[in-house]
């Protein structure tokens, strides 16, 4: 079973603080996503990895970035969070013509 | 702007009846449509999927419909069970771009 793991469930954090965002999967996928999920809005896609050291943007890239420098992980980074970045950020991570599988989710909070 | 809609943002339904949960998307490229589930406080999970070259699909008490003319899938949940009660999100897929779009989801309620 394909497990992705988000590495905190809950985190909160002041306005202008650098916040990391950590994923793995444990099935080796070539791909993976950073996605935030608002009431109203769904999940909109910040970034994806099709490979090691590669990236792309989302529909919803300002004010993040990324890092993917081994295969299992992918990282989301706020430089300098702010409050409209509260949300739930959910990761995901699929082989070539398969379904997303996610991760549970982290709840960021920034005051 | 949005490429997937889903116009009903909750439903509720009675314990053994059907649930009828609608999508619709703008882009016909797209070739691969799924749903998922999601608990509170829980990733979505996936739930069924269906490629353009059919028009239906079917899983246990879960039945895709995909109405490629329309533009339109739906999902339907025969009989509902209370464990059904989720928020349920319809994706759609087309290789040019590598990039699912998901829609805002619906809140379904199955009243015991």
């Known amino acids: 079973d394909v497990k992705v793991t988000q590495s905190s469930r809950y985190l909160v954090k002041r306005t202008g603080e650098k916040v990391f965002l950590e994923c793995v999967q444990d099935?080796?996928?070539?791909?993976m996503f950073w996605y935030r999920q608002d009431p109203g809005l769904g999940l909109r896609l910040i970034y994806f990895?099709?490979?090691?050291?590669?990236?792309e943007k989302g529909d919803i890239p300002e004010g993040y970035s990324v890092s993917r420098e081994k295969k299992e992980r992918f990282s989301l980074i706020l430089e300098s969070a702010s409050t409209n970045q509260t949300s739930m950020y959910l990761c995901?991570?699929?082989?070539?013509?398969?379904?997303?599988?996610f991760g549970n989710g982290t709840r960021l909070t920034v005051t | 702007d949005q490429q997937v809609k889903q116009n009903s943002p909750s439903l509720s339904v009675q314990e053994g009846r059907i649930s009828i949960l609608n999508c619709d998307y703008t882009?016909?490229?797209?070739?691969?449509f799924l749903w998922y589930k999601k608990y509170p406080a829980e990733g979505p999970t996936f739930l069924i999927s269906?490629?353009?070259?059919?028009d239906k699909n079917e899983d246990g008490r879960f039945t895709v419909f995909l109405n490629k003319s329309a533009k339109h899938l739906s999902l339907h949940i025969v009989p509902s069970q209370p464990g059904d009660s989720a928020v349920y999100f319809c994706?759609?897929?087309?290789?040019?771009?590598?990039?699912?779009?998901f829609g805002t989801g619906t809140s379904l309620t199955v009243i015991p």
């Open positions: 994706a759609a897929f087309g290789n040019t771009g590598n990039q699912f779009y």
């Open positions: 882009n016909s490229m797209f070739d691969y």
């Open positions: 995901a991570s699929r082989p070539t013509d398969s379904p997303l599988h």
């Open positions: 099935m080796d996928h070539e791909n």
């Open positions: 269906i490629s353009s070259i059919k």
């Open positions: 990895s099709y490979d090691v050291k590669m990236k």
